[in-house]
């Protein structure tokens, strides 16, 4: 099923197929490895929703909401 990033509950796990971000976070990310074809799994999300944590390649990454609506995934 492919959906946004932002759309993952805290234990699931999904694949990167997309990153439409703006440029300078899509250079960012791809520092940290968060490129299409990278599993990804979430880890927390907090109590309003606004920041979620992300752990992938030995890395945990905090983004906002906003910004996990522009990646997309495969589950």
Do not use: H, Q
């Not at 234990?11 to 976070?25: D, F, H, M, Q, Y």
């Not at 791809?30 to 992938?56: E, H, I, M, N, Q």
């Amino acid at each position: 099923m492919e959906t946004s990033l932002d759309r993952l509950r805290p234990g699931s796990r999904a694949v990167v197929i997309e990153v439409n971000t703006p440029p300078a976070l899509t250079r960012r990310l791809r520092d940290f490895g968060l490129v299409p074809g990278t599993a990804v799994r979430c880890r927390y999300r907090s109590p309003w929703g606004k920041v979620t944590a992300l752990s992938f390649r030995g890395a945990v990454l905090a983004l906002r909401t906003t910004d996990l609506k522009k990646i997309r995934v495969t589950c």
